[in-house]
T-cell receptor, first 112, second 116 residues
């Protein structure tokens, strides 16, 4: 699976959009970009995933660059409850295993 | 639809005892994964199971750890002769089978194991 690079931490004001970047310059054509988050002491929570098109759901939007070497997770109106570690994971579908390889992620601190 | 269930939520064992952690996947999910999070560290994959089969155990320690996912009942992660270094949060996740766009995994609340 391709390696990802994320900033270790970011701040965001409550009510503003949070834009979390992720670099995955070695991504392969069959690899998806997944985002998970882990609120302190809780189990990780799936947020969104995409292959090459931008995606949106009730939680967030995922913007993937045309060359697929980077992506941005957007939380449109951050709240205090969005304070968490956000993980960008690149993974191929199928194959012998479906394991997720978590990096160090980005600690997003939403400020009141 | 209930989420992934794990029990117990907290487990205290003395060195040398056995720890049994249980995971009930989401309804309809036949794939189960176990991850471990040591204090102040990231999540590490341990094992991936389907019903009655171990698919990938590349993250499992070679000794004392075993996992099963029987035809009926929850998945069990078993740690024999626990040591202090086994103290961690153990998370279980489950996913659907053959989801075309990728198998997103849904996590349980975790079991926090403390070895005295």
């Amino acid at each position: 699976d391709a390696k990802t690079t994320q900033p270790p931490s970011m701040d965001c004001a409550e009510g503003r959009a949070a834009n979390l970047p992720c670099n995955h310059s070695t991504i392969s054509g069959n690899e998806y970009v997944y985002w998970y988050r882990q609120i302190h002491s809780q189990g990780p929570q799936y947020i969104i995933h995409g292959l090459k098109n931008n995606e949106t759901n009730e939680m967030a939007s995922l913007i993937i660059t045309e060359d697929r070497k980077s992506s941005t997770l957007i939380l449109p109106h951050a709240t205090l409850r969005d304070t968490a570690v956000y993980y960008c994971i690149v993974r191929a579908y199928g194959g012998a295993t479906n394991k997720l390889i978590f990096g160090t992620g980005t600690l997003l601190a939403v400020q009141p | 639809n209930a989420g992934v269930m794990q029990n117990p939520r907290h487990l205290v064992r003395r060195r040398g005892q056995e720890a049994r952690l249980r995971c009930s996947p989401m309804k309809g999910h036949s794939h189960v994964y176990w991850y471990r999070q040591l204090p102040e560290e990231g999540l590490k994959f341990m094992v991936y199971l389907q019903k009655e089969n171990i698919i990938d155990e590349s993250g499992m320690p070679k000794e004392r750890f075993s996992a099963e996912f029987p035809k009926e009942g929850p998945s069990i992660l078993r740690i024999q002769q626990v040591v202090r270094g086994d103290s961690a949060a153990y998370f279980c996740a489950s996913s659907l089978e053959n989801v075309p766009s990728g198998n997103e995994q849904f996590f349980g609340p975790g079991t926090r194991l403390t070895v005295l």
